[in-house]
């Protein structure tokens, strides 16, 4: 039986609203579509109101509602939670759900790998007792308390995303969340559009640093230019600082890297303990990920040793550099391609990351009508970049990371400034959208390939992975599988 997450006496408690009737939940959801039996349904006003779905909600399996009032076509046994304002009620559940728990919780920003880190603390913390963390990326003013709302109290530890678009986004999101250790990747040159500078960018990834708890550690990327404004930022807050990266100076050092087709190995110091342990997926951004999730993890009490093993079977998440097979032919008879699937977001830091992956990936000569077998890149355009987008794109054209590419297929307007930048050896070919692109992929690919795909979310790279999978029989990739 699941455990009773919330009950109707606590929720009213905590959120000033008044129950109809008794209720108990064992989850909390805000989309009818996947909720589970005996969740509480949060209807939530976005794109649509979440009221219109409470009907289809109780429907599936919900055993209450958080609403503003009573809709339409929802019946007087069907118990509501009725309060003010929804989205401040779900506030009001995370930040009771924070008080209630002893968990030791790390928040987690930055311009690329948050996801990324998020999930290798979920398999860090793990084996050191009950972990939470959100399934997906729920990192904006909504997705952070619903997350802290579907913690449970008996929760050890817990992994908060914390995004944003804008300044003061994330401070809100840290003062709910009062993490007790707080990382900052790095920063990038993502949502330029709504920032003046890089400096603009880190000042409003700091604001993590307002929920910090006292005595709690801010880690830090030394590698970046921006270290001693963060440091400084933590320092007037009075926070122990912990540094991670390659510089000589590094709390956390990245002191040896090796980058293999399926797995990465990473040598490092940890305070002057010496380390070696191996990440179940290729790429050199994703030691540095780790770095700063393990110095979270020594930070907060938990186990290193296991986190370290932990590691070994860590793989990335959906969209963010996971593998599949595609046969080609019945059984695979003519042969296979490899996908790369980086098509959740784009920058041109995590831009350059993948197609180091790409270049790293071995491709397989002889097997398919081109005797050789290429590593090829599916690029979208890269979004929120501000007013050198165009110039960002064509730099990649100066990569070390192309030298080990063979062909660039691109689309997207911004993408058309790389493509005619490209030297014509690598020039594939250039489309207006994802869907022309996605068309031609199929003619573009040959067995023995390596595909990747990458591009931001807005620019809908997902079709493109989808039409490469559908090639033939898909097969996603244990990483893991075969890696020294």
């Given at each position: 039986?699941?455990?009773?997450?919330?009950?109707?006496?606590?929720?009213?408690?905590?959120?000033?609203?008044?129950?109809?009737?008794?209720?108990?939940?064992?989850?909390?959801?805000?989309?009818?579509?996947?909720?589970?039996?005996?969740?509480?349904?949060?209807?939530?006003?976005?794109?649509?109101?979440?009221?219109?779905?409470?009907?289809?909600?109780?429907?599936?399996?919900?055993?209450?509602?958080?609403?503003?009032?009573?809709?339409?076509?929802?019946?007087?046994?069907?118990?509501?939670?009725?309060?003010?304002?929804?989205?401040?009620?779900?506030?009001?559940?995370?930040?009771?759900?924070?008080?209630?728990?002893?968990?030791?919780?790390?928040?987690?920003?930055?311009?690329?790998?948050?996801?990324?880190?998020?999930?290798?603390?979920?398999?860090?913390?793990?084996?050191?007792?009950?972990?939470?963390?959100?399934?997906?990326?729920?990192?904006?003013?909504?997705?952070?308390?619903?997350?802290?709302?579907?913690?449970?109290?008996?929760?050890?530890?817990?992994?908060?995303?914390?995004?944003m678009n804008h300044r003061d986004e994330i401070a809100p999101l840290s003062r709910l969340t009062r993490p007790d250790a707080a990382i900052i990747t790095t920063i990038a040159p993502v949502h330029m559009a709504a920032f003046g500078s890089e400096t603009d960018i880190a000042y409003a990834k700091s604001e993590i640093l307002q929920g910090l708890q006292p005595g709690g550690a801010a880690i830090l990327n030394r590698d970046i230019p921006h270290f001693a404004r963060l440091r400084d930022v933590a320092?007037?807050?009075?926070?122990?600082?912990?540094?991670?990266?390659?510089?000589?100076?590094?709390?956390?050092?990245?002191?040896?890297?090796?980058?293999?087709?399926?797995?990465?190995?990473?040598?490092?110091?940890?305070?002057?303990?010496?380390?070696?342990?191996?990440?179940?997926?290729?790429?050199?951004?994703?030691?540095?990920?780790?770095?700063?999730?393990?110095?979270?993890?020594?930070?907060?009490?938990?186990?290193?040793?296991?986190?370290?093993?932990?590691?070994?079977?860590?793989?990335?998440?959906?969209?963010?550099?996971?593998?599949?097979?595609?046969?080609?032919?019945?059984?695979?008879?003519?042969?296979?391609?490899?996908?790369?699937?980086?098509?959740?977001?784009?920058?041109?830091?995590?831009?350059?990351?993948?197609?180091?992956?790409?270049?790293?990936?071995?491709?397989?000569?002889?097997?398919?009508?081109?005797?050789?077998?290429?590593?090829?890149?599916?690029?979208?355009?890269?979004?929120?970049?501000?007013?050198?987008?165009?110039?960002?794109?064509?730099?990649?054209?100066?990569?070390?990371?192309?030298?080990?590419?063979?062909?660039?297929?691109?689309?997207?307007?911004?993408?058309?400034?790389?493509?005619?930048?490209?030297?014509?050896?690598?020039?594939?070919?250039?489309?207006?959208?994802?869907?022309?692109?996605?068309?031609?992929?199929?003619?573009?690919?040959?067995?023995?390939?390596?595909?990747?795909?990458?591009?931001?979310?807005?620019?809908?790279?997902?079709?493109?992975?989808?039409?490469?999978?559908?090639?033939?029989?898909?097969?996603?990739?244990?990483?893991?599988?075969?890696?020294?």
């Amino acid at each position: 039986m699941a455990e009773t997450l919330w009950t109707s006496e606590a929720a009213d408690v905590a959120t000033g609203g008044v129950s109809d009737a008794p209720w108990s939940a064992n989850g909390v959801s805000i989309d009818s579509r996947s909720l589970g039996k005996g969740d509480l349904f949060v209807a939530l006003k976005d794109v649509r109101d979440g009221h219109e779905f409470v009907a289809t909600a109780f429907e599936t399996g919900a055993c209450a509602a958080l609403v503003e009032r009573r809709p339409d076509g929802v019946g007087d046994d069907k118990p509501l939670l009725i309060v003010p304002d929804v989205l401040e009620a779900l506030e009001h559940l995370g930040a009771e759900a924070r008080a209630r728990t002893n968990a030791k919780i790390v928040g987690v920003t930055g311009s690329v790998g948050k996801t990324g880190v998020k999930e290798m603390l979920r398999a860090c913390l793990s084996p050191s007792g009950a972990t939470h963390a959100p399934e997906k990326s729920f990192n904006n003013h909504w997705g952070v308390p619903l997350t802290l709302a579907r913690m449970p109290a008996a929760t050890k530890y817990a992994a908060i995303e914390m995004g944003m678009n804008h300044r003061d986004e994330i401070a809100p999101l840290s003062r709910l969340t009062r993490p007790d250790a707080a990382i900052i990747t790095t920063i990038a040159p993502v949502h330029m559009a709504a920032f003046g500078s890089e400096t603009d960018i880190a000042y409003a990834k700091s604001e993590i640093l307002q929920g910090l708890q006292p005595g709690g550690a801010a880690i830090l990327n030394r590698d970046i230019p921006h270290f001693a404004r963060l440091r400084d930022v933590a320092r007037t807050r009075g926070q122990k600082v912990i540094s991670f990266g390659a510089a000589d100076d590094a709390d956390v050092r990245l002191t040896n890297v090796r980058v293999v087709d399926r797995s990465t190995v990473v040598k490092a110091s940890l305070h002057g303990r010496e380390l070696m342990f191996k990440i179940g997926a290729p790429g050199r951004h994703l030691a540095m990920n780790a770095l700063s999730a393990l110095a979270a993890v020594d930070a907060i009490g938990a186990d290193l040793g296991r986190a370290t093993l932990a590691l070994s079977t860590w793989t990335t998440p959906e969209g963010r550099g996971s593998r599949w097979r595609v046969a080609l032919g019945a059984g695979g008879t003519d042969g296979h391609v490899e996908l790369i699937d980086e098509s959740y977001n784009a920058n041109p830091t995590s831009a350059r990351a993948a197609l180091e992956v790409l270049g790293a990936a071995p491709a397989i000569d002889g097997v398919g009508r081109i005797t050789k077998g290429r590593r090829i890149a599916f690029l979208g355009d890269m979004l929120e970049l501000g007013p050198e987008e165009h110039a960002m794109h064509a730099a990649i054209a100066e990569a070390d990371e192309l030298a080990e590419i063979d062909q660039i297929h691109s689309c997207g307007s911004l993408m058309k400034s790389l493509h005619d930048a490209l030297p014509m050896a690598k020039r594939g070919e250039w489309f207006e959208n994802s869907t022309e692109l996605a068309a031609h992929a199929r003619r573009a690919l040959d067995a023995g390939d390596v595909a990747m795909v990458k591009g931001s979310l807005g620019s809908r790279m997902a079709v493109v992975v989808e039409a490469i999978r559908k090639i033939g029989a898909a097969e996603r990739i244990d990483v893991t599988e075969g890696a020294d």
